[in-house]
């Protein structure tokens, strides 16, 4: 690889790769993030590789490994061009035929297309199916386009033009402009504005400032921030030194986690790769600015998200929060002025320099512009990776691009923001995504988790679970986190168990109050979010606990009992023989019984009673109706009374 | 160093650069309570009982005024109906790890904190840290740390330097605002000097 010495060089360089591409050219593109690793991609590639080989056909068609195309509940993907025919759920055994049939002969397979559930129509393109129709990829779109290992693939979509358009074009004083007046917002958990961030280190005092990667991606069930370092590396590279240009840095950190091998991984070959070309090192792109990146593989804390436990944990130290009465931006890593974002804003800063703070600012609402990537989870019918611009409602995030609820159960409501996040009930379904909207319901935009919930989850359970996970991740520095988040922890917990009493909740609210006031970081200060939101919109559900000892969402296994009806029992032996802890009895034709002593509450007899019959029940909050005399339960059948 | 003006608790203060709220409060002889303060050490914010509420630039917030520096013009109120509802809270948080730990009942009484109102999981430390960071910063030994985090968190001897360090010193255990320290060094002890392989009367 030869350096590259000037944007004139940069541009013969990206030309001559275009001009060796054919775009008529066959190409399988195959989503190879780590959740399609999960189902097997691996093993899919390695197929499309031996077959096009045993057909000879392997300088014709070109095999792309891609990054995380988002539709993760249908992975792995394929996607052929130029056609742009796209396949789901591929199998290695799938391969020949895609190859004979796609490939050679041009045909589409019915069989792996997409089928819209609404309108059962087979969908070929990627475009028009409604998960992704809905969206507005413009940070992650190009993830399907590009192999992220390499950096020719990321050239030929234009890469590093930004980065040569700043250090020979724009003073770092426009640079900072263009990304202040596009109202780009962190978009990591807090939505500090970015570009005032940039601004407040580059006027801070000190020669020597950082700019930091924050990829310490700890919420439960959230994984973009995985997905965009995996899927395209040199975008945040390129971010990031256009970032380090604009506050007068000179060296730069990724803090990723260590859990995220092939993030690692693709970031480190990026680095490299970026280094041989120039694009990072000493005089880069001959404009005489240097710029070093290094990663550092976080021990797994999630307080080690947090900006300033971040910085200490990149010390060296163990990684505890300090008192940020002084903005990181002035004083940060090695008390130098650092700029830490978030993976996903850095991924957002070569698109607002190549295309204009006005075209960015295009997309979104009053205060929070762009779009904003979130992984949709939890009881959802299309889980993935969702990009839209801010300001689409969460209806259309649930319905349109999510395809609702599996099963036909009822939408209750959408877990935002992460642990520290909140719950928002279906009447605010309408509310537009944004930072100060999801902040004014209660919960916060945090890195983009979604879970939806349905109407089987108990929102008490719910709090009890974040809490529980925020007491394990607590650093244990200052009380009203560890002690008072911990005695959260235990009220919530007897409640489940029906041990509730009169005057928790408002014990709850003051231990809230002072964790949420008075704790050291923000991982304190937020903890009593997942307890105040399911407060504030299901406050019956707590109070069925208390009162009642009831579960209205018959969740709670200690305050739920299974029975069985003895009018719709047909005696199928289906849930007797599956019981896990013997405690059905009944026989042929005799009414089976649950023994409440004996029962565990597994719901192994509620999941395998046969839906036409649906004879096991959960009862909560009212006494179990005692079994029919044994003499009653013998079931005399039609056909046998012939 | 220029000097501040700031006003706490209706008076006048004046503050050099530089310096916390803390500071400047105990210049001005207005007591402002702390568990895990001390002069020597750097400030650690963990206990959170010196918790005060703030009014700069027209917005009220609460801070820990071991560590937030004094500005031009700053509003502080030590006491007002929030601050005292949290310190009370702090205490009962704390009285259930350490119930008869004085000083925490002498401000039980101030402040009014229920010892009872959390069931008792006797610890006895309540992680103020002030031997951990007396032993860093003044000693430079590091003879004890924390171990484990959030509600796991412990203090412990490290038995290779204690054994060395800490008989001659003990200069952490009158730092301790309960007995758990001397406690924990006390087993420490028993560990290392556990009876060696050989009998003493052999060597």
Request: include cysteine.
């Amino acid at each position: 690889m030869t350096r590259i010495d000037s944007p004139a060089e940069l541009e013969k360089l990206r030309e001559s790769i275009l001009s060796i591409r054919d775009p008529n050219k066959p190409c399988i593109t195959l989503c190879s993030g780590s959740a399609c690793h999960a189902s097997a991609s691996r093993e899919v590639a390695a197929s499309i590789e031996e077959e096009l080989a045993r057909l000879g056909l392997s300088a014709e068609v070109d095999l792309r490994k891609t990054g995380c195309h988002g539709f993760c509940e249908r992975g792995p993907i394929i996607v052929i061009h130029p056609e742009k025919i796209c396949y789901f759920q591929i199998k290695p055994e799938d391969v020949p035929e895609i190859i004979s049939r796609t490939i050679k002969d041009k045909e589409v397979i019915e069989r792996l297309l997409y089928t819209d559930p609404a309108t059962n129509e087979k969908i070929i393109h990627e475009s028009e199916i409604p998960f992704y129709k809905h969206q507005e990829r413009i940070v992650f779109g190009s993830n399907g386009a590009i192999d992220p290992k390499s950096i020719d693939d990321y050239l030929a979509i234009g890469g590093y033009s930004a980065l040569a358009k700043v250090l020979f074009r724009m003073s770092a004083g426009q640079v900072l402009e263009e990304v202040k007046k596009s109202g780009l917002r962190g978009r990591g958990g807090g939505g500090f504005p970015t570009g005032r961030k940039w601004e407040e280190s580059r006027n801070a005092p000190g020669e020597i400032k950082y700019v930091i990667v924050n990829a310490d991606e700890g919420d439960p069930g959230a994984y973009m921030d995985r997905s965009l370092l995996e899927g395209n590396p040199h975008s945040i590279l390129e971010g990031l030194s256009i970032g380090a240009y604009a506050i007068g840095s000179n060296e730069g950190y990724i803090y990723v986690r260590q859990e995220y091998p092939l993030a690692v991984d693709n970031v480190m070959t990026a680095i490299r790769k970026a280094e041989e070309y120039g694009f990072l090192g000493k005089n880069i792109l001959g404009s005489g600015f240097d710029f070093t990146v290094k990663v550092h593989r976080g021990a797994g804390a999630f307080v080690c998200g947090e900006s300033s436990a971040l910085m200490t944990a990149l010390e060296g130290r163990a990684g505890e929060p300090r008192p940020k009465y002084i903005h990181t931006a002035v004083k940060g890593l090695w008390d130098r002025p650092s700029v830490l974002n978030n993976v996903e804003t850095w991924a957002n800063v070569p698109l607002i320099i190549n295309k204009g703070a006005e075209w960015f600012a295009g997309f979104g609402t009053g205060k929070s512009k762009g779009t904003k990537i979130f992984s949709l989870v939890g009881k959802i019918n299309h889980t993935g990776l969702v990009e839209v611009p801010m300001g689409t409602t969460l209806k259309d995030i649930v319905y349109k691009i999510g395809g609702g609820i599996p099963g036909g159960k009822k939408f209750k409501a959408v877990q935002t923001g992460g642990p520290s996040g909140g719950c928002i009930p279906e009447e605010l379904l309408d509310l537009q995504v944004g930072f100060d909207e999801l902040t004014g319901a209660g919960s916060m935009m945090g890195s983009g988790g979604m879970i939806i919930m349905d109407e089987d989850t108990c929102m008490v359970d719910v709090a009890r679970y974040f809490l529980e996970f925020l007491t394990d991740e607590s650093c244990g520095k200052c009380v009203p986190c560890r002690e008072g988040i911990r005695q959260m922890l235990k009220i919530l917990t007897n409640l489940t168990r029906g041990k509730g009493k009169e005057g928790d909740i408002e014990l709850l609210e003051r231990l809230s109050e002072v964790a949420g006031s008075a704790a050291l970081c923000a991982l304190g200060r937020s903890a009593p979010n997942p307890f105040l939101s399911t407060l504030k919109y299901f406050r019956d559900e707590y109070e069925a606990h208390i009162r009642q000892k009831r579960c209205p969402a018959l969740c709670c296994k200690e305050l739920i009992a299974y029975h069985i009806d003895p009018d719709k029992c047909r005696a199928c032996m289906n849930c007797l023989r599956k019981c896990p802890s013997e405690a059905i009895s009944g026989g042929k034709d005799l009414i089976h019984v649950i023994d409440q002593d004996k029962c565990t509450k597994c719901g192994t007899c509620f999941e395998v009673c046969p839906a036409r019959f649906g004879a096991v029940g959960k009862i909560s909050g009212e006494p179990v109706p005692s079994p029919i005399p044994e003499e009653a339960r013998i079931i005399v059948r039609k056909s046998k009374q012939k | 160093m220029s000097e501040i003006l700031l006003q706490i608790d209706g008076k006048e203060a004046a503050a050099r650069e530089g310096m916390t709220i803390l500071e400047a409060a105990q210049k001005a002889g207005i007591a402002i309570p702390t568990l895990c303060h001390h002069e020597k050490l750097e400030p650690y914010g963990g206990c959170r009982l010196c918790t005060v509420e703030v009014e700069a630039a027209g917005r009220s917030k609460l801070v820990a005024a071991c560590l937030y520096p004094v500005e031009k013009d700053l509003v502080v109120r030590t006491r007002s109906e929030k601050v005292d509802r949290i310190r009370k809270m702090i205490l009962e948080l704390l009285l259930a790890h350490a119930p008869d730990a004085f000083e925490l009942q002498d401000l039980a009484k101030e402040y009014g904190a229920d010892r009872d109102l959390f069931e008792k999981e006797a610890s006895f430390c309540i992680h103020c840290g002030l031997c951990v960071r007396y032993c860093a910063e003044v000693k430079k030994k590091n003879a004890v740390g924390f171990v484990d985090r959030g509600t796991r968190r412990e203090i412990s001897f490290v038995p290779g330097i204690a054994s060395k360090e800490c008989w001659k010193c003990k200069q952490c255990f009158p730092l301790c605002p309960t007995e758990a320290l001397q406690a924990a060094y006390v087993l420490t002890d028993a560990l290392i000097s556990a009876p060696p392989a050989k009998p003493e009367s052999e060597e």
